[in-house]
């Protein structure tokens, strides 16, 4: 939520061109505003840089957005942006307007998990982002769900853009032993200060789908020592004060739920979602995915069906488009894409009062979604249900915060090297206890 002092915009005006209407956000570098383009009478978002217009960074993101603008940003999932200029001391860059952010768009369902057809839509358009980063030698290095935009919840539910090149580099450019992303979503070979290319974005992009999966993000904490704790503890003999009920000992323990039935399709589809999940969140760089193999990943080319009762098929379609839905399901066209959603489950006795105020979150999605139902992995993921049983149900908050105000060079920590020496052996991946406890 932004401060008094926050909601004030840095400048009064823009250009005679530019009538500023509210601001939107702000974040280290610069502040952006919702404004009506005059000539077009377009609404637009406004990034106006906090630094002089002599910094380099600024010249840095103006060029990156240069070279960014030969893309067809629909096709792309970059946003697109209209023009950069100078003016009253300043660095302006118009963007087209989009929707909310992912991590909005997560604490407005109650941080319940998204259903895995929506998962498979975001990765989907946020490695086609990716791979068009890697093919100009980009890196963007912030990713993280403050940067996902949604496009038009209403209009396109789930299509996504990334925005955000404040930070970004040149592949060619980048050396060993600078800080970089948001702690959260930090890649191993950041945290030892190892040598590191285009993958660390990955290795974010893992962190975003199994916060998606799980609605809770999977290294949560303060410091690089909150995201290793037992290494922190082993050392100093002290707790970190993110404390993580919900443990598991592997990525595999996400495949398996108590609802789950076996050779089940929702097991097959969840069975996918972890494997790619697991390509992403490799420790080691050089064996990590890439965005290309993501978009013919199984997962990501999946094709939803989840029973074989379906019904006949009416005879006023056409036999090139037939599609045959069980019963109680309905189609649903976003965009180029087709969801199928299933039945809502019925109510589990399992999931305490306090799943109530989720119930009521997830009716308006449904609604804003245009879907008649949803599915029952929504429900099925059974961390969640004690998550909600738990007494705090506070949603973590923004790691926007996270973002370092310059690159920071520091030697790697002996006790996280350590860590990850382990984690090639036996990888821990831990949800947090609550809902962002002690993240604030």
């Not at 697991?278 to 064996?287: G, R």
């Not at 056409?318 to 109510?347: H, I, M, N, W, Y």
């Not at 949803?374 to 705090?392: F, K, Q, R, Y």
């Not at 996280?416 to 090639?424: L, P, Q, W």
Request: aromatic content about 6%.
């Amino acid at each position: 939520m932004l401060s008094r002092k926050e909601h004030q915009p840095l400048i009064d005006t823009i250009s005679e061109n530019y009538q500023i209407l509210k601001v939107l956000g702000a974040g280290c570098y610069g502040q952006v505003v919702e404004c009506l383009k005059l000539d077009t009478e377009e609404t637009v978002a406004v990034k106006v840089l906090k630094q002089k217009n002599s910094s380099k960074n600024n010249m840095k993101e103006v060029r990156i957005l240069e070279r960014l603008q030969c893309f067809d940003p629909d096709k792309s999932h970059i946003v697109r942006c209209h023009e950069c200029f100078q003016s009253f001391d300043r660095t302006f860059l118009v963007f087209e307007m989009l929707d909310m952010s992912l991590h909005d768009y997560m604490n407005k369902r109650g941080r319940l998990p998204l259903p895995l057809k929506g998962i498979q839509i975001m990765i989907r358009d946020l490695a086609t982002a990716l791979d068009t980063l890697k093919g100009i030698g980009i890196i963007h290095s912030d990713l993280k769900m403050d940067n996902v935009m949604l496009v038009n919840h209403h209009v396109k539910p789930l299509r996504v853009k990334l925005i955000d090149f404040g930070l970004a580099v040149k592949i060619s450019e980048v050396w060993p032993r600078v800080v970089m992303q948001p702690l959260w979503n930090r890649s191993p070979e950041i945290i030892l200060g190892l040598p590191f290319n285009e993958a660390i974005d990955i290795w974010s992009l893992g962190t975003i789908l199994a916060e998606m999966l799980l609605g809770f993000p999977l290294f949560p904490g303060r410091h690089e020592y909150d995201v290793t704790p037992k290494e922190f503890q082993m050392e100093t003999l002290k707790k970190t004060r993110e404390a993580r009920k919900y443990s598991f000992s592997s990525l595999e323990a996400l495949k398996r739920t108590r609802l789950h039935k076996a050779n089940s399709p929702e097991l097959e589809d969840r069975t996918e979602c972890v494997e790619l999940l697991k390509e992403m969140l490799t420790m080691h760089q050089i064996n990590r995915i890439t965005p290309d193999k993501i978009l013919v990943h199984p997962f990501t080319i999946r094709r939803y069906r989840s029973r074989k009762d379906c019904p006949k098929p009416s005879s006023h379609c056409e036999p090139s488009t037939l599609k045959e839905l069980p019963p109680g399901f309905t189609e649903v066209q976003t965009d180029e894409r087709t969801l199928e959603v299933g039945e809502a489950p019925k109510e589990s006795s399992a999931i305490s009062t306090q799943a109530v105020q989720g119930a009521m979150a997830m009716a308006e999605i449904e609604q804003e979604w245009k879907l008649e139902s949803i599915s029952n992995e929504d429900w099925e993921i059974e961390i969640i249900e004690l998550v909600m049983a738990s007494d705090n149900t506070k949603a973590p908050s923004s790691s926007i915060e996270e973002s370092l105000s310059s690159p920071v060079i520091s030697q790697p920590r002996k006790g996280v090297r350590g860590f990850f020496s382990k984690m090639k052996r036996k990888s821990c991946f831990c949800v947090p206890c609550g809902a962002g406890e002690g993240l604030h």
